[in-house]
């Protein structure tokens, strides 16, 4: 009792173009997701190592000290929602026109004969 294999390649989509996907990414973007990974990796093991201490100390009896772990804490997890917002960001690319376009120049610096 097998069933016949379904394709939904051809279907899923078909003839809709998404302009977030067709658009490429900014230049430059990859090495800045690699750096917030990084970023926040390392807070994911400071808010770790923060949580080990505050149970430590719940467990020493000593509860009065948790309030500034906790908003150490409470920080970090704000600065990992402001890189979230960072990335997510959309950069304005200003778009040289005229005399400022990259290719209104021609050879060799000197603007672009008419003839040619």
């Not at 394709?7 to 800045?32: H, T, Y």
């Not at 990084?38 to 807070?43: K, P």
């Not at 005399?99 to 040619?116: C, L």
């Amino acid at each position: 009792m097998s069933r016949p294999p379904t394709s939904f390649g051809s279907s899923v989509g078909a003839g809709r173009s998404d302009p977030v996907v067709e658009e490429p990414p900014p230049p430059g973007q990859a090495p800045v997701v690699a750096a917030a990974l990084a970023i926040g990796l390392l807070l994911l093991g400071v808010q770790l190592w923060l949580l080990t201490i505050a149970l430590d100390l719940f467990l020493a009896g000593r509860g009065g000290d948790l309030w500034l772990i906790a908003l150490l804490s409470g920080l970090i997890f704000l600065g990992g929602l402001v890189v979230l917002w960072l990335l997510r960001r959309r950069p304005r690319l200003r778009r040289p026109g005229g005399a400022e376009a990259p290719f209104a120049r021609g050879a060799w610096g000197h603007p672009p004969s008419e003839g040619a």
